[in-house]
């Protein structure tokens, strides 16, 4: 018997459409957790406010376009999310000595101070969202993420970050 391609190729396309609906719930899912563990220990602090934060302690003195880029968030968007930082003393703003059109964020020290503990809460969320999960499984899951991105970012119409 010759299997049916319509009903084959059927499947193939909603188990894609299914894959990114549960990608984009696991992102949101993701985001409320740590929003909620953050302010559980204290921290009045979001999901994406510590990405960027942790670029910063990464790396400090970044451009707000590097910061955009890296992030995938546009100048309105990285913008607000810096002023927020700045109102809670956990950023600064420097004009860049290279490039005087641009400005450089920096952590403060209160900033910097934020990097064990915070590191602490996304651990344990972590180790959490992943109970039960085969450590295996999660490096299969990983590597097919990286390559459907991959993929994204190269074809037509992706942006390239």
Not at 59 to 65: A, C, H, T
Not at 79 to 86: E, G, H, P, R, V
Not at 98 to 118: A, C, F, M, N
Request: proline share 2%; net charge positive.
């Amino acid at each position: 018997m010759v299997p049916n391609t319509d009903v084959m190729n059927q499947t193939v396309v909603d188990l894609r459409n299914d894959l990114g609906l549960h990608i984009g719930q696991v992102a949101r899912l993701t985001n409320y957790l740590l929003d909620n563990q953050f302010h559980r220990a204290g921290y009045n602090i979001t999901r994406e406010q510590w990405s960027l934060m942790k670029l910063l302690w990464e790396q400090d003195g970044q451009s707000q376009q590097k910061l955009a880029d890296r992030l995938m968030k546009n100048r309105a968007s990285i913008t607000s999310l810096i002023d927020n930082l700045q109102k809670q003393n956990l950023v600064v703003r420097v004009p860049n000595q290279q490039d005087k059109r641009s400005k450089l964020v920096y952590l403060t020290q209160q900033g910097s101070e934020l990097q064990e503990p915070l590191a602490d809460v996304f651990e344990a969320t972590s180790q959490y969202s992943f109970r039960d999960i085969d450590e295996k499984k999660l490096e299969t899951c990983m590597e097919v993420l990286l390559k459907v991105i991959k993929n994204i970012k190269a074809g037509p119409g992706g942006r390239r970050y």
